[in-house]
């Protein structure tokens, strides 16, 4: 089993970058696929993006493309998500997840991954 804890979320002013953290502590040779997801109130849980264990294959949803960055340090066993370019509609809890292999196609697909961190919330006024 592996556990995630999130950190770095707040509250920033559109137009403002944050950067969320999340360690990975149990069996993090498990911790292949290290991904970001985020749920706004009332709506469904959205991958946001994910990267493999190399760091070479990063995957993004169109919404965050060319304002958010994903990293991992393995050495650390955590894994990081910049955050620029900030807008209202990123307001959510953002949630890490792992999955023991390259999820490939299915990165996008929360119900692939193995393991979920309790969130943190990132909150981005107008």
């Known amino acids: 089993q592996v556990q995630l804890v999130e950190s770095g979320g707040g509250l920033v002013q559109a137009g403002g970058s944050l950067r969320l953290s999340c360690a990975a502590s149990?069996?993090?040779?498990?911790?292949?696929?290290m991904g970001w997801f985020r749920q706004a109130p009332g709506k469904e849980r959205d991958f946001v993006a994910a990267?493999?264990?190399?760091?070479?294959?990063?995957n993004y949803a169109d919404s965050v493309k060319g304002r958010f960055t994903i990293s991992r340090d393995n050495a650390k066993n955590t894994v990081y998500l910049q955050m620029r370019g900030l807008k209202p509609e990123d307001t959510a809890i953002y949630y890490c997840?792992?999955?023991?292999?390259?999820?490939?196609?299915?990165?996008?697909?929360?119900?692939?991954?193995?393991?979920w961190g309790q969130g943190t919330q990132v909150t981005v006024s107008s």
């Open positions: 149990g069996r993090t040779l498990s911790s292949y696929t």
């Open positions: 997840a792992t999955a023991g292999r390259w999820l490939g196609r299915l990165v996008q697909l929360g119900a692939q991954y193995d393991n």
């Open positions: 990267i493999d264990w190399s760091g070479g294959v990063p």
